[in-house]
């Protein structure tokens, strides 16, 4: 199983960045996939998720209603739309599969990581 993230870079803040991330060798359309990221110095925290059928999504406090998570079940990806940017958004953003198809805010819920993606966020 592979999940390539794709789509970080340097932007100011309230700028927008969109990030993507394709997966192959698992079934995409029956997995829950989330986005999670990880400051320098911080653990990993969620983000955002997704369900399988992707009517059912959930956000982390900090980004509801910036970032909006979506996907598109033919490509096998997974998206996030990050708006008005914050400096303190700044981290590496990881995607992650639950072949399980629950898609909760728990680290631990998710089988399939990528490898992250750099997302910096300039004051």
């Known amino acids: 199983v592979q999940l390539q993230a794709s789509g970080g870079g340097l932007v100011q803040a309230g700028g927008s960045l969109s990030l993507s991330c394709t997966m192959s060798g698992l079934t995409f359309s029956s997995s829950a996939m989330g986005w999670f990221r990880q400051a320098p110095g911080k653990e990993r925290e969620f983000v955002a998720a997704?369900?399988?059928?992707?009517?059912?999504?959930s956000y982390a406090d900090s980004v509801k209603g910036r970032f909006t998570i979506s996907r598109d079940n033919a490509k096998k990806s997974v998206y996030l739309q990050m708006n008005s940017l914050k400096p303190e958004d700044t981290a590496v953003y990881y995607c992650a599969a639950d072949h399980r198809g629950r898609g909760t805010n728990s680290l631990d819920t998710y089988d399939y990581w990528g490898q992250g993606t750099q997302v910096t966020v300039s004051s």
């Open positions: 997704i369900g399988w059928i992707g009517r059912s999504t």
